[in-house]
């Protein structure tokens, strides 16, 4: 079993910035991607930033592009996302997620096996 823990939300006014944190724990499992999604109220949970494990490759999302960096930390089983010049429109609960092996894009829900349990971010205006 897996087990996906993210930290580092919180409130945050308009043009300021976070740094979302999720730890990876359970029995040592190979990955291919890891990602992190958003959930607004009433809306899809969307795809927000990938990273593959291997390498580093980087993918974002149109919306967040050139504000939002995921990285990743090998050593510590880790991966970041730090947000910058945060919207209202990034509120949302942001989850982590952790896909095993190749199986496709990196974008949608369903080519992650395990998800972490969310953290909530709120930019006011």
């Known amino acids: 079993q897996v087990q996906l823990v993210e930290s580092g939300g919180g409130l945050v006014q308009a043009g300021g910035s976070l740094r979302l944190s999720c730890a990876a724990s359970?029995?040592?499992?190979?990955?291919?991607?890891m990602g992190w999604f958003r959930q607004a109220p009433g809306k899809e949970r969307e795809f927000v930033a990938a990273i593959r494990w291997s390498g580093g490759s980087t993918y974002y999302a149109d919306s967040v592009k050139g504000r939002f960096t995921i990285s990743r930390d090998t050593a510590k089983n880790t991966v970041a996302l730090q947000m910058n010049s945060l919207k209202p429109e990034d509120t949302a609960v942001y989850y982590c997620?952790?896909?095993?092996?190749?199986?496709?894009?990196?974008?949608?829900?369903?080519?992650?096996?395990?998800w972490g349990q969310g953290t909530q971010v709120t930019v006011s205006s």
């Open positions: 359970g029995r040592t499992f190979s990955r291919y991607y």
């Open positions: 997620a952790a896909n095993l092996y190749y199986s496709g894009s990196y974008s949608p829900r369903g080519t992650y096996d395990y």
